[in-house]
């Protein structure tokens, strides 16, 4: 895979995923609908699954532009922070995205959005008073990188659908038990057991399976956009300073979550890493140390 092939690879893989998740989510209505024995719980299904892939195109930016507090600006309202990310457009032959700011002390940015001519560049207060010029243009050219690279429509859906998926699962659980418990399925005890087995299983595994299918699609889109960055700028120590300033900042970032960390330019989580094996296990983003090691073998 190289960095002029990713593109076309992310588009397929864009469709594959929402396809993927069509699929998913009629394949639980229909196990919800055999339990209950109601035929309605399949088309409605269908239906909704219909309606989340439309939404997840359409409007997944927004949701996640929310979950992260990010309030937009103008131009006039820093007006170097435009011209830096104009001049990156020209060079990487990329429309002008809406410029978004997190009111958070941590360094940090993401981009999102479902294509280049509806993306969005969001970056924190922190990442604006702690790096330097050359620095702040290396993360730019990154989240940049991740746009001319169609990696930010994949990334921002999975927010969606995840946690969709897992919502789903927990409602087959709860439903499965509270007919047991209950007694409104008394025939059929070894057909109950096995459904009762079978949601919780969906309700165990789901949350493990939406954490791998991040780790799936964003640790080698982050050495591509690091590798794109530094095509881009000619420069690769600027982004390499620039990661090594944002991890090292230890305040938290007030509006991450799980759902969101995997688009952020680093872990916005602080300290975990180091700390709890399991959360190093399933970390979103490679190891820091080795995207700047990368950065700085990369020839130019």
């Not at 069509?22 to 909704?48: C, E, H, K, N, R």
């Not at 978004?100 to 922190?126: C, E, L, M, W």
């Not at 990188?145 to 921002?156: A, C, E, F, V, W």
């Not at 700028?233 to 900042?249: F, H, N, Q, V, W």
Request: contains cysteine.
């Amino acid at each position: 895979m190289t960095l002029y092939t990713q593109a076309e690879s992310n588009s397929r893989k864009t469709w594959l995923y929402l396809t993927g998740f069509f699929i998913l989510v009629i394949a639980v209505g229909w196990l919800i609908s055999y339990f209950l024995q109601s035929p309605a719980i399949l088309y409605l299904a269908v239906i909704l699954s219909i309606i989340l892939n439309f939404f997840a195109y359409w409007y997944s930016d927004k949701i996640v532009l929310s979950l992260s507090q990010a309030r937009e600006i103008k131009k006039a309202d820093n007006l170097e922070l435009y011209r830096l990310v104009e001049n990156l457009c020209i060079i990487a032959g990329l429309p002008l995205p809406r410029i978004y700011i997190i009111d958070s002390s941590q360094p940090n940015a993401f981009a999102t959005g479902r294509d280049a001519k509806h993306a969005v560049v969001a970056v924190t207060r922190g990442l604006l008073e702690k790096l330097d010029r050359v620095e702040l243009e290396g993360v730019l050219s990154h989240e940049l990188s991740h746009i001319g690279n169609k990696d930010i429509l994949l990334q921002t859906i999975v927010v969606v659908l995840v946690g969709f998926v897992v919502i789903l699962t927990d409602f087959f659980f709860r439903i499965a038990f509270w007919r047991d418990m209950t007694g409104r399925s008394r025939e059929g005890g070894q057909l109950r057991l096995i459904m009762i087995l079978v949601a919780l299983a969906l309700a165990i595994l789901a949350p493990l399976f939406a954490q791998l299918i991040k780790l799936a699609i964003s640790r080698k889109r982050e050495f591509l956009a690091d590798a794109s960055g530094a095509l881009l700028t000619r420069y690769p120590e600027g982004l390499a300073r620039a990661l090594e300033k944002i991890s090292r900042d230890a305040n938290p970032l007030e509006g991450a979550s799980n759902a969101t960390s995997h688009l952020y330019i680093t872990s916005p989580f602080r300290g975990k890493e180091k700390t709890s094996w399991l959360h190093k296990l399933f970390m979103t983003h490679p190891p820091v140390e080795e995207r700047i090691k990368a950065l700085r073998n990369l020839k130019i």
